[in-house]
Every structure is written in C-alpha cells, then in structure tokens.
C-alpha cells in the first residue's frame, strides 16, 4: 500500500502564501498576513492603504493590488493541489516522494504535469493495450536494452495480439504516454521551447486580399520569449478570422539527425543516439514519436495558452494605466461650461451647465449644411454665454469636431470680454462613450425630460468639469484608451479597470452632498444600492451636515461607515474635519493635535509653519502610530487636497486645421490621448492623431513610453512625415531628429466611430473597435505603428 501523508494544513498554507507574495512585492511575510486578515474582513484595497498603515507597514495601494491578484492566484493553486492530492490518494498511489513534489511546485502547470499521470482520461491506445496485456512487454524493453525488442514481442502474441509488430506497436503506445506524463522531462522541455521557440504567422491559402489589415504578419516569424503584447493579440486576431495561420515551431531549421527537443527526450531515458544496445533503436523512435505525437501538441498548446495570458495581462496592464491617467486628469473646476456635441446634418447639440453641473439650457444650432446657418448658430451661443456667464466651451471631437472648434473661436473673437477683461475658453474634450452614456439607465434617471441626443454635450461639459465625476458614469470599457480590448479576457479586464476606478475615486476623495450615485457607488465599502440609498436620504432630509449622519442612512451600518467616511467629503460643514481626509475614527488625535497648538481648528488648517513646528512622535501611542499622525498633519495642512494636477490646455497652431496644412519640421503643441507600448498617441488638432514612437519620445532610450508621457500630457511635438494617402503622421519629441523615426514611417490610420480624433486634456479619442487587427479598443488604427515597427525590427534582427 502506498504511503499516506496528511495534506498540509491551513495554517502552514496561509505561511507559505505570505512568505511568496512577501518576496513578490518587496514586503514582510507579516505586512502580507495582515492586509491578507483586513481583507478577509471586508475591508478594500483604498480603505486599507490609507487607514491601516500602521497595521500592514505602509503597503501602497499598488503593492496591496498586485497582493489581492496573487492572493487569488495562490489559493486556487491551494484548492487544486489538495484536490489532487485527494484524488492520488483515493487511488492508492500517492507516494511521499510524490507528495513532496506536489508540494513543492509553484504553479498551476507544474501541479497538472505531475497530475496527469493519474489524471482520470478517456480510454487512451496506451489503456487498450495493457488491457492486452502489452504493459510488462513496455516494461521488459524499457528495462533491458540487451535484449532485442522483436524477440521480447513474440512472446506476448495471442488472439487479441496477431503478431509481433501488433505487440510492438502496443508497446510504443505506453511507453509513449509514459513519456508524455513524466513531470520532469515536460519541465525540461517546457523550459527550453520558452527559450527557442518561434511564432510563425502566415497569409492563410488565398486571403491575401480579404486580410490585407494583417498583412505586416503575412510572412512573420518572432521569438516566442520576446513577442510584445501588441503583435501577440494582432496574430491571435488574425487567425481567429481566419486569415492567418500560426504555428509554434522550435528546432525547425535543425539539421543534426535527431533535434535537439527529441535529445532531451532521449536522454530522459538514457537513451544513447548512436552504436547502443539492441533495445535503443527502437526507443529512440519511440521517443521521436512521443515528441511528435504528444508532448509537441500538448507543449505547443500549453505555451501558446501562455502567450496569450502574459499578451492579455500586458494589454491589460496599459489599459488601466491609461484609465487611471484619464481619470485623475485636470478638472476644470466648477465653472458655467457650454458643451457642444459636434454634428453636420443633425446639427450640433448644445447644453449649458452651472458650476456643480446642473442643465441650465440646451439647444440645437445648424451651422452647417445642409442649413449653413453660421449667423443663427453663432448668435444663439453668443446669447447663451452672456445669459448664462459661460467660462468654458467643451467641444466633442468626433464628426465635425474641428468645424465646430473654427466656430467657437470666431464666436469668441468677436463676443466683448466680460467685467473681469476674461472671455471663455475653449476646450476639445474626448466624447468618448457619450453616446454610451447618453442611451443608459444613469442618464436616463439623471436627465429623464431631455432627449438623448442632448444628453451626450451635457456629458461633454461635465468631463471638463471633472473627468473622474463624469467618466465613472461609463463603463470603462468604453471609455477606450487601451490596445485589443475585446481580444482579452473580458472578466479580468473588467476586474482592473473597476479596481482603477476605485482607486482614482477614492485617491481623490467625493464631496458627499453633490456627488452623484454613479460617483457615490465607487468609495469605499458602499456599492450601487447604498450610493443610491444615500442620495434618496440626502433629496428627501437635505443635505448632510456631519459625517455621522450617514448612520441615518438606511442600510448603513458601522462597519460600512468605517470603509467610507474617510473618502467622503462635507465642505463647510458643521465639523471642519468632515471636509479633510482625516478617519473620524482620529478625530481625537487630530483635536489633540490642534489642542497643543492652542488654535481653532479652521484657523490652524492650513498653517503650514505651525503644523511643522510639531513633533510626530509626541502624538503617537498604541492606536495610532507614526503613519497616521503624519497624514493628519498632512491633512491639517493642506485640508482636502486634489492629488490631480492643475488645468491646462494644449493651443492649436492657427492655421493648422487639416492634414494638408503640416509641413514636415513643425514644431506644434498637442495633447497625448492614448500611450501604448509603442508610442504615444497625440492629438494635434487635425482630425488625425499623430504618432510618436517610443524612439522618438525622448533624446535617451525610453524602454516604456509612461516614463515620459501619459493621457492627458500637453507636449510639444515635431512633425517629421505626413502620409495623407494612408493618414499617417509621425511626430517626434525628441531635440535631436536623426533618426528618431522608425524606418518605414509611422502614424496613425483613419478615424473610427465614436470620439475618434482630438482629445482634449485627459481625454482619448475612443470608440468601438475597429477591424485593423493593430487598433485599440477605441478603433484609432494601432496599425499605423505597424509596418514601420515590424520592418525595424526585421532589420534590427539582421
């Protein structure tokens, strides 16, 4: 009877996890068991960063995310493992020496090599021939070479084996699973296929015209190690259409008699390659056939599974980047600002709002054709600035973005400037997902008596206002600034870019008596139901005049009151503190505080000199440590603060409208709307983003293009090729041109649907995905990039 060990226990299994996130993200085992217990509480990655410093040892909110993923991934690899040891016991065969493997591997691919042996399967060729009784035949070959294999065969004939290349066969068959399912062999093999394998794209027969997006991989081979994201998920794309062929090779050009894959086979089993003993011949075929047949399929799909996974999280990683970029974008403030949704024939669409973002007015004005009335359309905005003091014009920058821009400068030109000597400013903002916005159940509950279509330029002035405000109304799937969106898998991506939102929601913090539900249900501990519970209590009681008043809300319990309160924000409220980020669970540690300066509280916020003058450890004791008695001063300081950085806006050169007016060696200032692994997209104000290559964005090398640039970025550009035929432009931020640009040229490719163009400060045009297999989720084609990219690396490779 094989021996039997116990599985290991909870406790050591939890140890074992702290100890490898620990070393994963640069902390103590005990920093990771304690934000590991704060959650298993309930308590979120934000409330948990800011408020409980002192328990995880000032974990940042990026390390307790990437802790939260790996915590996931490490207990379900616990799950599996103990189910797998339960099904290898109730087999009979679980071995310590075995047990001590299963233990010991890190990864789910290592456990299911070492599973697959006693993996339940369906009837193999390998089963039906030791129900034939071919097993001790495989064992007798295997394990005395001396002897010749067709002698050993004669031996096991009978009625269900005729003869001895029957019995032979049989024979191959189980030793090939044999093979197949060794654990260590599959390591190896596994290990060097990651070093020298190569992806091999090719035109699929006669597609050569129906796939002309994916041309750049119609004859592409690339290192299976060294493949970026991008050009993964383009061929994954292209063969998932159909119009491209991939196939994982490794040792295809090996000359030698035996590749090097089959002598790593071989020499598993010592088998010699040349002059052995009567057995060897024929085990080196089967061990040619084991690679051929079994462990190249199984490898092959395995690795590409990989691929794919390390592609997906790559892509996936960008996206959030960019969101959170996008989302933590300057916010205008609160100023009356008109929104103009931009539009030919169905006009373009405005909508005045106040400084909080309630609607004052709308309209519809008809520029242009088929109507050309530019006198109309100019005095019905000239009327709704003055009635309404408008300070900021918000304009879309999809169809027609750049007519209706010309309108609103030439308006603002002539109109007298107001009794500060200020006239409004305009502003090209991303529509990306306004329509999205305009048709859903938010919109429709926030703005129930105005039609749809003026919906989207209400949205269009909000995001100036305040992008976090008015984008966490839209799903961030379809806000666009991130690379095959819809080739990855969909439930991760969601899971980070909510994990995004949260973040940037509560790094900024919400003002509780005008935040809307959509704004509401992305702090800390509340959720839909209770971010709409709070705004039902605040229309019909008023508004909150203490943080403590959220107990009153139905629903909302302590425990939900300690997740949130400290990113809820009440300026001007009855407590002074309720309009900072201090927990009012230290509101007598803040009190303490100010006590010792011998001040009011509102007169001490914000003196700095008095608050610096105080010593941080005189108010630490067992409860609250260092940490938090920093963040308070902190807080006293600077009450508050909007960790998002001040508005500004790119100037668009005059005169420079479209493609035809570049010229170049233009020096031009834009806005970046999108950072890929590439380059960096920006916006130059002629309905095409120009692209700037990762070599092109600085005058050192720039191994990611965040180090330089980010959404939202106001940057000034060189213009170095314009490629009106296939709407390409190449810019460069680099001082130096020589050879800042990627041999073959570079840009970007046409508009696609919605929001796609110009973007405004923080903004991304964004769409539907297009069908380049190179465009980003928000249809800008990615492919732009393409075949400059791909023949420099061609080129760099000789």
Request: hydrophobic fraction near 45%; aromatic fraction near 4%.
């Amino acid at each position: 009877m094989a021996a039997q060990s116990p599985a290991p226990t909870k406790a050591g299994d939890a140890e074992t996890i702290a100890r490898i996130i620990a070393g994963e993200i640069g902390a103590r085992p005990a920093q990771v068991s304690a934000a590991v217990a704060l959650m298993d509480e309930g308590a979120t990655v934000p409330f948990i960063a800011r408020y409980r410093k002192e328990a995880t040892g000032g974990l940042d909110d990026t390390q307790l995310r990437t802790l939260d993923e790996r915590l996931s991934y490490l207990r379900e690899l616990e799950s599996r493992r103990a189910t797998v040891l339960s099904s290898i016991e109730g087999q009979g065969k679980l071995s310590d020496e075995l047990k001590g493997k299963i233990l010991a591997v890190a990864t789910k691919a290592e456990l299911e090599d070492l599973y697959l042996p006693y993996k339940p399967k369906r009837r193999t060729k390998a089963e039906i021939a030791r129900e034939k009784g071919l097993g001790p035949l495989a064992e007798s070959i295997l394990g005395d070479r001396k002897q010749v294999p067709a002698e050993l065969a004669a031996r096991f004939l009978t009625d269900q084996v005729a003869d001895v290349k029957a019995a032979l066969d049989g024979a191959r068959d189980i030793l090939v699973e044999t093979f197949a399912e060794n654990a260590d062999l599959v390591g190896r093999l596994r290990t060097y296929m990651k070093g020298n394998a190569v992806l091999k794209a090719k035109v699929a027969e006669g597609k050569e015209e129906a796939g002309a997006k994916f041309r750049d991989y119609f004859d592409h081979t690339e290192k299976w190690a060294t493949a970026p994201s991008h050009r993964v998920l383009a061929m994954l794309r292209g063969r998932n259409e159909e119009m491209l062929t991939l196939d994982l090779v490794v040792d295809e050009e090996a000359t030698a008699p035996i590749k090097p894959v089959e002598r790593i086979v071989a020499e598993a089993y010592d088998i010699p390659l040349a002059n052995g003993r009567p057995a060897d011949a024929f085990l080196l075929d089967v061990a040619r056939w084991a690679w051929r047949v079994k462990l190249s399929l199984h490898l092959t799909i395995d690795l590409m599974g990989e691929l794919r996974e390390k592609a997906e999280d790559e892509a996936i990683r960008v996206f959030a980047r960019n969101l959170k970029d996008l989302l933590l974008a300057a916010p205008a403030g609160s100023r009356a600002t008109m929104g103009l949704d931009p539009g030919i024939r169905t006009g373009v669409k405005v909508a005045v709002v106040d400084g909080t973002g309630k609607v004052l007015a709308t309209s519809t004005v008809y520029p242009f054709q088929p109507r050309n009335d530019v006198q109309g359309a100019s005095a019905e905005l000239a009327r709704l600035i003055r009635l309404h003091q408008v300070e900021l014009i918000a304009i879309g920058n999809g169809t027609a973005s750049r007519e209706t821009d010309k309108l609103a400068a030439d308006l603002i030109a002539l109109l007298p400037p107001d009794a500060a000597g200020k006239k409004p400013i305009k502003v090209v903002v991303s529509e990306a997902g306004a329509s999205v916005y305009s048709a859903s159940a938010t919109a429709a509950a926030e703005m129930p008596d105005l039609d749809v279509s003026l919906r989207g330029a209400v949205s269009i002035a909000r995001r100036l206002q305040d992008p976090l405000a008015e984008l966490v109304k839209i799903e961030p799937k379809s806000i666009g600034v991130g690379q095959y969106q819809h080739d990855v898998d969909q439930a991760r991506l969601a899971k980070a870019l909510d994990a995004v939102v949260e973040d940037a929601v509560n790094a900024v913090g919400v003002d509780l008596n005008t935040a809307s539900a959509s704004l509401l249900a992305r702090v800390s501990g509340l959720g839909g139901s209770l971010a709409e519970a709070i705004v039902a209590h605040r229309n019909t009681v008023g508004p909150f005049k203490t943080r403590k008043e959220l107990l009153k809300v139905s629903r909302l319990g302590p425990r939900t009151f300690e997740l949130s309160a400290g990113f809820l924000r009440i300026p001007g409220g009855a407590e002074p503190l309720d309009a900072s980020a201090v927990h009012p669970e230290a509101y007598d540690l803040a009190k303490k505080i100010v006590s010792a300066c011998g001040r009011d509280v509102r007169a001490l916020m914000g003196d700095s000199a008095a608050l610096k003058a105080l010593d941080p450890r005189a108010f630490a004791d067992e409860r609250f440590g260092l940490p938090t008695v920093r963040d308070i001063l902190s807080e006293l300081e600077k009450p508050g603060r909007d960790p998002r950085p001040a508005f500004k806006t790119a100037a668009f050169a005059e005169g420079v409208n479209e493609m035809s007016d570049l010229k170049p060696g233009m020096v031009l200032e834009g806005t970046v709307t999108n950072v890929a692994a590439f380059g960096a997209f920006v916006d130059i104000g002629v309905h095409q983003d120009g692209l700037v290559h990762v070599s092109a964005l600085a005058d050192r090398f720039v191994k990611d293009p965040h180090e330089v640039v980010k959404a939202g970025d106001v940057v000034k550009v060189r213009v170095v090729e314009v490629d009106a035929k296939r709407k390409r432009i190449a810019l460069s931020m680099r001082k130096d041109d020589a050879g800042a640009r990627p041999q073959g040229g570079a840009g970007t490719g046409s508009k696609g649907q919605e929001g796609q163009g110009r973007a405004a400060p923080g903004g991304s045009g964004a769409g539907p995905a297009g069908r380049d297999p190179r465009r980003g989720a928000g249809g800008r084609d990615q492919g732009a990039f393409g075949a400059a990219l791909a023949d420099a690396l061609r080129r760099k490779g000789k």
